[in-house]
C-alpha cells in the first residue's frame, strides 16, 4: 500500500496485457511518475519492473476452446459482476489515497467513481462500445453500452490508439507503443536468437494454448527457430521451442524476431508494426474484438488452417517499421489537463 497520496494514478483494466503496456508507454512521458491499480499478471508485469502498483483486481476468465469463446452471455454476467466488485474497490482506494486525476485504461468502474467525485478523468481505450452477445442478451448489453457512453462523454479527455480525426473531448493520437534502446542485433544477442526465428506470443491469459500447439505443428518443415511467450497464466513447457515464458519486456522480443504470431490483441499489433516485425493476427473466434482488429490486419480464425503458408510467406518478407508517436502525444495531452487542473 502506498504511503503517500496519490497524484495521478492510473486503474489499468487487467484482462490481458495490452492494457497496462501501454500505460507503461504513456507512463515514461509523463512529467511525474504514475501510481497504477491493477491486477493479475498486469500487477506482476510492474513489479517486475519495480513500479508502484495496487494488486486490486482479479480479472474474469474467458471460456473458450480450440480458439473459440464459449457462452459469450456467461461472460457478460461475468464482467458485470466484476465490474461491480471494480466499483466498490476503486471507491475505497479513491477515498484513501485521494488522487488528484484518474487515468483510466478501460476500466470504467474507476471513471464512474472520479466522476461522481468530480476528480478529471482520462480514459484510454480503442472501442467505444462493446459487441459481445445476440438475442436477448444483447438487451442487457445495450445498456452498458449505454452507460458506457455515459462515462465517456463525461470524460475530460478520453484517448484512442488510432489515426483520424478528433471529435469533442476524443482525441486520436495514434498507435501506443513502449520505446526500445537497443539496436536489434544487441536484442538477438541478448535473447539467444540466431537463426531465423519465430515468436509466438499469446499474451496475459491462457486462451491462446491453441494457437502455440498449432504453430509448433506448422513450422515443423520450416527451417527457424520458434520461441515461445506463453504469458502469466501457462506453466507448461512446450518441445522443439525455446520456452520463454512470461516477460516483461514482449516488445523488444517481438522487435528481435523475425515473425510474430500472436491473438489479435490491439497492442500488440500495434507494437510489431511500429518495429517492423512481419506477422500472423489470429483472433479467437466469437471475440469481436479480436476478430475487428485481425479483419483490419486482412487476417481470419480461420487462417490458422494455412499457418504454415503464411510463417513461410512472412519468413521472406522484409521490415517496414512505422511511426507511432501515440504515447508521447497520448502524455502530453494528460500533462496538459494535470497542469490545468
Given amino acids: 500500500m502506498y504511503d503517500t497520496i496519490m497524484k495521478v494514478c492510473f486503474f489499468s483494466s487487467p484482462i490481458g496485457l495490452g492494457h497496462i503496456t501501454r500505460d507503461i508507454a504513456i507512463a515514461e512521458y509523463l512529467n511525474e511518475t504514475p501510481d497504477f491499480v491493477t491486477g493479475g499478471g498486469a500487477a506482476e ?3 517486475r519492473l519495480n513500479m508502484d502498483v495496487l494488486d486490486a483486481y482479479t480479472p474474469p476468465s474467458f471460456s473458450t476452446s480450440n480458439g473459440t469463446l464459449q457462452n459469450q452471455t456467461k461472460w457478460l454476467w461475468k464482467y458485470y459482476r466484476y465490474y461491480k466488485d471494480c466499483k466498490k474497490t476503486a471507491q475505497k482506494i479513491i477515498t484513501d489515497y485521494k488522487p488528484d486525476m484518474i487515468v483510466s485504461d478501460e476500466d470504467f468502474a474507476s471513471l464512474a ?5 468530480g476528480i478529471p478523468s ?8 462493446t459487441r459481445f452477445t445476440r438475442g436477448l442478451a444483447s ?4 445498456r452498458m453500452n449505454q452507460s458506457m457512453r455515459e462515462i465517456v462523454q463525461k470524460c475530460d479527455l478520453v484517448i484512442l490508439p488510432e489515426h483520424g480525426k478528433d471529435d469533442g473531448n476524443i482525441k486520436r493520437v495514434g498507435p501506443i507503443v513502449r520505446s526500445i534502446r537497443d539496436s536489434r542485433d544487441e536484442l538477438r544477442k541478448k535473447f539467444s536468437f540466431e537463426k531465423k526465428t519465430i515468436v509466438v506470443s499469446i499474451g496475459g491469459t491462457d486462451a491462446g494454448v491453441f494457437l502455440i500447439e498449432c504453430a509448433l505443428e506448422a513450422a515443423k518443415g520450416i527451417d527457424a527457430d520458434v520461441v515461445i511467450v506463453s504469458g502469466p497464466r501457462v506453466a507448461r513447457k512446450f518441445p522443439n521451442a525455446q520456452n520463454m515464458g512470461f516477460v516483461e519486456n514482449l516488445h523488444e522480443v517481438i522487435f528481435a524476431a523475425d515473425v510474430l504470431v500472436s491473438l489479435a490483441g ?7 508494426r511500429a518495429y517492423g516485425t512481419p506477422a500472423v493476427f489470429i483472433p479467437i473466434r466469437n471475440h ?3 476478430e475487428d482488429n485481425a479483419k483490419r490486419e486482412g487476417f481470419a480464425h480461420s487462417d490458422i488452417g494455412r499457418l ?34
Avoid at 438487451?139 to 445495450?142: H, I, M, P
Wanted: aromatic share 2%.
Fill in 308 to 341: 504454415g503458408e503464411l510463417l513461410a510467406e512472412k519468413l521472406q518478407k522484409g521490415r517496414s517499421p512505422t511511426q507511432a508517436g501515440g504515447a508521447e502525444a497520448a502524455a502530453g495531452l494528460i500533462n496538459h489537463i494535470r497542469s490545468n487542473a
Fill in 139 to 142: 438487451l442487457v448489453e445495450k
Fill in 266 to 272: 490491439r497492442s500488440t499489433i500495434d507494437e510489431a
Fill in 45 to 47: 508485469l510492474l513489479r
Fill in 122 to 129: 482520462v480514459l484510454v481505450t480503442d472501442i467505444l462500445e
Fill in 113 to 117: 467513481v472520479a466522476q461522481d467525485k
Fill in 288 to 290: 469481436f474484438e479480436q
